[in-house]
């Protein structure tokens, strides 16, 4: 079998070479979008975290203030 004949019968297989590079581009993009918001969701929640500490800290100095005096 030539060449020429031998790249037709592997085309008729499989995709072509564009609809791959738009798929994998897509999920590539998929990727990215749940990397984003996985980092959104770690830093809100460290941003909680230490917003709640900071506020039992507060409440901590405000209540040995008064015990204090």
């Known amino acids: 079998m030539n060449n020429a004949a031998k790249q037709m019968d592997a085309s008729e ?7 791959v ?5 897509h999920l ?3 990727i990215r979008w749940m990397d ?8 809100n929640d460290i941003s909680d975290h230490y ?4 506020n039992e800290i507060n ?3 405000t209540t ?3 015990v204090s005096i």
């Open 21 to 25: 590079e738009v798929s994998l581009q």
């Open 28 to 30: 590539a993009d998929q």
């Open 36 to 43: 984003q918001k996985l980092m959104m969701k770690i830093e």
């Open 51 to 54: 917003h709640d500490q900071m």
């Open 64 to 66: 040995w203030k008064k």
């Open 13 to 19: 297989q499989g995709a072509d070479r564009r609809t």
């Open 59 to 61: 409440a901590f100095r």
